[in-house]
């Protein structure tokens, strides 16, 4: 009997070891915050989640192209945006690994025209520079001739006739511009004698097997309709939109890119099995060397001896939260685009996903990343801002706001925002119009957002002062001046609503 016994238990752990019941709950949890994200509307994109080189979790949802239905999928391309950063990084580093430059040298030294002596390669990589943005020296340029179209070729001409000063000197803060990496791309180019693209695709995207990732510049991404099996950004132009928009549908969206076509910094199209290359490319130590990748990872210091205060290294961004080890990553961001990849180094854990619609993919990623190592994470709810606007706008604001406080008890499926409700109110003013569209002013469903805002966070000045502008927007000064006087009460250094008040009284 007990012979017998230990061969039953003998085959029941081999059984576990053979369908782990971990690796299946994980699995599944992570499938249930993703398809929450998907039910909520949060999520049109791919993910995809690995272990050691091997592929655990993959999931596509949405539209790659809304108007047309045409669905998001595991293979499709989409744009990499700033993580194309991480590729101009390592191709620099390539060179520091062949001895073609040094890092704390002077970028003078290797682009002999450039202005700032005090600048080295390493203040480029980690954005402490001190750099201006590029609009700072080509919108002169601009100013005098409206149809210029600027290029790399045209950068640092302009930087050496526009002579701006520094925002600040070199190593003493840092702020993530896309500038560092105009430059830098300009110094691979007079480094390895070849053209940017060239020597990316040469360099790193043939020796990692990259082959669906392709070289494309936001003037093109934003300009083009007839990239095969690809994920165009979308935007939703309003806070009360309920379909978003193709952003390169969008006058100002599309004229923008094509007016300032630089490189460097955004020009690469990539899926996300073939980033699962790069990643397994970096962890090999194909692209550059074990002790390079290492100082790549590591948070530089300023010259207070501070780290970056977003604990940039070379190229890669550092999670400060270790509790699952060294996390390191790049996010992607372009107008209606968001992606990222983060790299697990402690566990070789990697999470890749994008989103077509700009919901934050390194919020949701951290979130994947902390499922896949057994922390708690809550399960995403729906915005009861979304719900009342689109409610207001399709039923009126007695209806809407009888279903804002019917949901509002559901505390596990939906959560209140003030923040949001205020922008909601403001969309509905239509005074911010960052797209440059035709001008849309919704005067009864934005007092009636903004009263009921001050109804449910009553001690919020904010909530007071938002409503006095709306107010006054429509022409009732005497009740703007009741709500600024209240918002200046619970808040005395409200210097806005202070002056707006001293206006409305020099009216009468």
């Known amino acids: 009997m007990i012979a017998k016994l230990r061969v039953i238990l003998i085959a029941f752990f081999i059984s576990l070891e053979l369908v782990p019941g971990n690796a299946q709950t994980t699995n599944q949890r992570l499938d249930q915050f993703v398809t929450k994200l998907i039910q909520n509307q949060q999520f049109s994109g791919a993910i995809l989640v690995a272990e050691r080189g091997k592929v655990v979790y993959r999931k596509s ?27 101009t990084a390592i191709g620099v580093l390539q060179l520091m690994d062949q001895d073609k430059l040094n890092i704390d040298t002077p970028v003078a030294n290797y682009l002999p025209n450039f202005p700032y002596p005090q600048i080295t390669v390493r203040h480029l990589l980690s954005h402490t520079s001190g750099l201006p943005p590029y609009n700072a020296y080509l919108n002169p340029i601009r100013a005098k001739d409206s149809t210029k179209v600027f290029t790399n070729v045209d950068f640092l001409p302009a930087v050496v006739s526009g002579k701006n000063p520094l925002i600040y000197a070199p190593g003493k803060k840092g702020n993530y511009d896309n500038v560092n990496y105009i430059v830098l791309a300009l110094l691979l180019e007079r480094l390895s004698g070849l053209p940017y693209a060239d020597y990316i695709h040469r360099h790193l995207l043939e020796p990692a097997g990259m082959k669906q990732t392709r070289f494309m510049p936001l003037a093109q991404q934003f300009n083009t309709d007839t990239i095969a099996n690809f994920a165009y950004p979308h935007i939703y132009l309003r806070a009360y939109d309920d379909m978003p928009t193709r952003s390169n549908t969008v006058p100002y969206i599309r004229n923008y890119w094509k007016t300032f076509a630089l490189n460097g910094f955004g ?23 074990a002790n390079t990748l290492r100082e790549a990872h590591q948070s530089v210091l300023l010259t207070d001896g501070k780290p970056h205060p977003d604990l940039f290294g070379l190229g890669w961004e550092v999670e400060s939260d270790t509790s699952m080890g060294q996390v390191v990553y790049h996010s992607g ?50 915005s009861l801002a979304h719900q009342y606007g689109q409610t207001l706008l399709k039923q009126g604001s007695t209806k809407a706001r009888n279903k804002l406080n019917r949901l509002k008890k559901d505390t596990l499926n939906y959560y209140l925002s003030e923040q949001e409700l205020n ?39 904010n909530a007071y002062d938002s409503y006095g502008e709306a107010l006054l927007a429509t022409g009732n000064k005497r009740e703007a001046a009741m709500m600024y006087e209240k918002s200046i009460k619970l808040n005395p250094d409200n210097k806005g609503g202070i002056k707006a008040l001293e206006t409305i009284r020099s009216m009468d």
């Open 61 to 87: 949802a949405g539209y790659a192209i809304f108007s047309k239905k045409a669905p998001n999928t595991e293979t499709i391309s989409f744009p990499i945006a700033s993580l194309s950063k991480t590729l």
């Open 267 to 289: 020009d690469y199209i990539s899926t996300i099995e073939d980033i699962l290359l790069y990643d397994k490319a970096l962890y090999k130590n194909q692209l550059v060397k």
């Open 333 to 382: 961001a372009a107008i209606s685009l968001s992606c990222v990849m983060m790299r697990n180094l402690t566990r070789r854990q990697t999470i890749i996903l994008f989103d077509n619609t700009h919901f934050n993919a390194h919020e949701v990623g951290t979130k994947l990343l902390k499922i896949l190592n057994g922390q708690h994470v809550e399960l995403p709810k729906k």
């Open 423 to 461: 922008e909601l109110g403001y969309a509905f003013l239509g005074n911010s119009n960052p797209y440059h569209l035709p001008e849309s002013h919704k005067f009864t469903e934005a007092l009636a957002t903004f009263k009921l805002n001050i109804d449910l966070f009553p001690t919020s000045w």
